[in-house]
């Protein structure tokens, strides 16, 4: 499983979630350490997977981000890879765009977790939504909850997974 420029976006092969987008995202120590922290309580594999959530939790709740490229200007934000899914990184990157923020996709990242770190954990981890219905601004209106009805093969991984841990 080779990557190459994470910084660009690339794209390389990855495990049962299928292609992924590598990207060097711009992420302050206490928001890592947030996601390390929702990670754990919500038995995510990893903090890339904890972000994924929450690009997701954003892209589609309509919710009302103030994208800019420092975050906080107060943090010093470090560079972290993370994987996206290819819709997940189309959203970022044109959230970038559409509010002239420098940097790219990458210097959203850090707005996005601020923001989810404000919600209730169980809205944003809680919830299995299906990553292909994010891709664009407004996309609250597709149909990304995911549910026993769910075509998503990821989404029907999760929430198989949820059940065991139910049970």
């Known amino acids: 499983m080779a990557s190459s420029d994470a910084a660009s976006g690339t794209t390389k092969a990855a ?9 060097l995202a711009r992420i302050g120590a206490e928001q890592w350490e947030w996601l390390t922290d929702a990670a754990t309580t919500h038995t995510l594999p990893d903090q890339a997977k904890a972000f994924r959530c929450c690009v997701n939790f954003v892209a589609q709740t309509d919710a009302a981000v103030a994208f800019q490229a420092a975050g906080r200007p107060w943090v010093e934000l470090e560079e972290r890879t993370v994987e996206l899914a290819p819709s997940q990184m189309t959203w970022l990157t044109r959230m970038a765009e559409e509010d002239h923020v420098d940097g790219g996709a990458a210097a959203v990242c850090s707005s996005v977790i601020d923001h989810c770190m ?14 292909t219905a994010t891709a664009a601004r407004g996309s609250a ?3 990304g909850l995911a549910d026993e009805t769910t075509q998503c093969e990821g ?7 949820q059940a065991n841990v139910k049970e």
């Open 15 to 23: 495990g049962k979630g299928g292609r992924k987008a590598v990207l």
């Open 118 to 131: 404000l919600q209730d954990p169980t809205a944003v981890f809680g919830v299995v939504r299906c990553k």
């Open 141 to 143: 209106g597709v149909a």
């Open 155 to 161: 989404a029907r991984a999760a929430l198989d997974s």
